[in-house]
């Protein structure tokens, strides 16, 4: 038989589950995460997110002042998940036109697979955060970008000419996201592999 203890824990206060979580702070990003799939950043609440997690809003709060700390700490793991997939894209490529594509599609991918995420983490808190995590995750993020655009260009990554065509290929690529995003290509018929390839061409044509 559970003693009187086991009995009054179950009963009131913060739930057993909640000691489950070896590292709190992750477990409510991961939980961050998973309610951007299923919502918008409207519906997201940090009461929510821990209660998923199994934890009382005081808890949270010992991690995250508040919502947008949270959104903020989510949005640095999106970058970090998105800078993963973009090294992963670019390993492997034969040539410039390959890791142009390869990498496009990734990202165009990643906008299209975590859509919430992917406006979270271009939206204002990438700028307003105060979250040296944050800075240094999209800052990460970049460099990869510029690194593959200073090979495109067969430039020094730290001249001026590869962070033109990092900038240049980075809109192309995500305005192409939020086109995707918001159905505003739907109708051309163009699968986004072929729309990625065909752009990608004509940008290989064209001035870096």
């Given at each position: 038989?559970?003693?009187?203890?086991?009995?009054h824990?179950?009963?009131?206060?913060?739930?057993?589950?909640t000691y489950?979580h070896?590292?709190?702070?992750?477990?409510?990003?991961?939980a961050g995460?998973?309610?951007?799939?299923?919502?918008?950043?409207a519906?997201?609440s940090l009461?929510?997110v821990?209660?998923?997690?199994?934890?009382s809003?005081?808890a949270a709060?010992r991690?995250?002042?508040?919502k947008?700390?949270?959104?903020?700490?989510?949005?640095?793991?999106?970058?970090?998940?998105?800078?993963?997939q973009?090294?992963a894209?670019?390993q492997g490529?034969?040539?410039t036109?390959n890791?142009?594509?390869?990498?496009?599609k990734a990202?165009?991918t990643?906008?299209?697979?975590?859509?919430?995420?992917?406006?979270?983490?271009?939206?204002?808190?990438?700028?307003?955060?105060?979250?040296?995590?944050?800075?240094?995750?999209?800052?990460?993020?970049f460099q990869?970008l510029?690194q593959?655009?200073?090979?495109q260009?067969?430039?020094p990554p730290?001249?001026?000419?590869a962070?033109?065509?990092a900038?240049?290929?980075?809109?192309?690529?995500?305005?192409?996201?939020h086109?995707?995003l918001?159905?505003?290509?739907?109708?051309?018929g163009?699968?986004?592999?072929?729309?990625?390839?065909?752009?990608?061409?004509?940008?290989?044509?064209g001035?870096?």
């Open positions: 038989m559970r003693s009187m203890d086991n009995r824990m179950d009963n009131v206060g913060t739930p057993p589950r489950h070896g590292n709190l702070r992750a477990a409510l990003i991961e995460l998973a309610a951007l799939e299923q919502s918008d950043l519906d997201f009461r929510a821990a209660r998923e997690v199994g934890v809003a005081n709060y991690h995250f002042a508040n947008d700390d949270l959104l903020g700490a989510v949005a640095a793991e999106g970058f970090r998940r998105f800078a993963a973009q090294a894209a670019a490529a034969a040539n036109l890791l142009q594509s390869a990498t496009a990202y165009v990643f906008a299209q697979a975590h859509p919430a995420l992917f406006r979270l983490m271009f939206s204002r808190f990438l700028y307003a955060s105060s979250s040296e995590d944050l800075k240094t995750a999209a800052s990460t993020a990869l510029l593959a655009s200073a090979q260009a067969g430039v730290d001249s001026e000419q962070l033109m065509t900038i240049a290929n980075w809109s192309m690529v995500h305005g192409l996201s086109l995707l918001d159905g505003q290509l739907s109708g051309f163009f699968s986004m592999d072929k729309m990625i390839e065909g752009i990608v061409c004509l940008r290989g044509q001035p870096a």
